[in-house]
Structure formats: C-alpha cells, structure tokens
T-cell receptor, first 114, second 123 residues
Framework: TQLLEQSPQFLSIQEGENLTVYCNSS?????LQWYRQEPGEGPVLLVT?????EVKKLKRLTFQFGDARKDSSLHITAAQPGDTGLYLC??????????????FGQGTELSVKP | EAGVAQSPRYKIIEKRQSVAFWCNPI?????LYWYQQILGQGPKLLIQ????????DSQLPKDRFSAERLKGVDSTLKIQPAKLEDSAVYLC?????????????????????FGPGTRLTVT
C-alpha cells in the first residue's frame, strides 16, 4: 500500500510567520499536487510538480519536489489569515496499474491568527 | 468554464435510511471520482470511472454503497442502508484522461478538479 505522510497535522501560527509543510513517501510518484481546502468547500488545486528537484512559486507559496520524486514540501512566507485552510498533498503513483489515481496525504490544518 | 457540480450540499438522515448524491463533472472530462472525506482528513477514493466504465472500486463498501455513470457524464452515488460511520463529506472530482497511464508509461499529471461536496450527517 502506498502512503503519503504529511506533517505537521496541525499548525497554528501568527500572521507574518513562515511555515513549511512536508509530504513524504517511500514510493516514487510521476507527479505530485498540492491542494487547499476551505471549510465547506472542495479541494482547490494549487500546483503540480512533475520533475525531480522542481521548484515552483505561487506568490508567497514555494513548492518543491524531491530529487527522487518521493517527497515534497510547501513553504509559505509571511503567512496571512487568508492562508488558513486544510492543505493536502496528492501523488500520482508511477506504476502502470495505478494509472489515473491519486494517493492523498492526511492533510495539514493551518490556522493563521491576525 | 463551469466547475464540478454536486447536489445536495447537505443531507441529514437517520441510520438505516438511504441517500443518493449527484455529480456533474466538467464538460469533456472522461474520468470521474467519488471520494469520502472524514472531517480534517484527506479524501479516500471510493470509486473511479473512465467514461461509463469502473476503473477502481476496491475501497467501495459494496454491501451498502453503489455508484453508476450510465451515459458517461453525470454520476450518482447511493448509500443503502446508511450507518453512523458514513457521516462524512462526499466529494466528486473529474479529470481529463491521460493516455500515458493507459499505455503504461506512467508519466501523467492526473490533475483533479473537485466539486463543493455533500456533507452527510447520519443520526
């Protein structure tokens, strides 16, 4: 069974602080997505990383895919209350018989206090 | 472009009753997924359709859950009879088919687009 371990599970910080969320696995993924989910809504796709070592930036969010394509991180600079939500990583297994399916991490609940 | 539509948004039923959820995916998306999400956790895949065929239903509790996608567009997910532990958010997602997995190269990105979900409470 392939698993994606996300850490931390909960994070409560003050506005302006920096934070990093980690997503780790022993399995290789052909791609990895990060989603953000607000209460009462479905997850919204933030970014997809495909190449080992790839770094993508989305305003104050920086996403990195590990060199071996087994792990990823999300770094938020100067967090704002609007960043509050559940952050999910999801990987596409690099196996023929798993095609089309995403494996989701258990999520990181982020709360940014003003 | 319209997103994934789901209805109803909320449903409260008593245990042993039945309930059905509806999903309309993004136009042109051949792949449709149903997920169950317990509060504060990641989504758990229940069933995946490619057009009107089932690709993966290994985690669907088939004694009480059923799903169909008869014309390869809309889909319904049914629970009969419901149990207390079925209380969760049921998410529908869709994606474009990526032929790389169909031919075995395993290099696809598989971006999925989610609907707002249906929050089910079983009392």
């Amino acid at each position: 069974t392939q698993l994606l371990e996300q850490s931390p599970q909960f994070l409560s910080i003050q506005e302006g602080e920096n934070l990093t969320v980690y997503c780790n696995s022993s399995s290789v993924f052909s791609s990895l997505q990060w989603y953000r989910q607000e209460p009462g809504e479905g997850p919204v796709l933030l970014v997809t990383v495909v190449t080992g070592g790839e770094v993508k930036k989305l305003k104050r969010l920086t996403f990195q895919f590990g060199d071996a394509r087994k792990d990823s991180s999300l770094h938020i600079t100067a967090a704002q209350p609007g960043d509050t939500g559940l952050y999910l990583c999801a990987g596409a297994p690099a196996l023929y018989n798993q095609g089309g399916k995403l494996i989701f991490g258990q999520g990181t609940e982020l709360s940014v206090k003003p | 472009e319209a997103g994934v539509a789901q209805s109803p948004r909320y449903k409260i039923i008593e245990k042993r009753q039945s309930v059905a959820f509806w999903c309309n995916p993004i136009s042109g998306h051949a792949t449709l997924y149903w997920y169950q999400q317990i509060l504060g956790q990641g989504p758990k895949l229940l069933i995946q359709f490619q057009n009107n065929g089932v690709v993966d239903d290994s985690q669907l509790p088939k004694d009480r859950f059923s799903a169909e996608r008869l014309k390869g567009v809309d889909s319904t997910l049914k629970i009969q009879p419901a149990k207390l532990e079925d209380s969760a958010v049921y998410l529908c997602a869709s994606s474009l088919p990526d032929v790389s997995w169909a031919v075995g190269t395993g290099t696809g990105t598989y971006e999925q687009y989610f609907g707002p979900g249906t929050r089910l409470t079983v009392t």
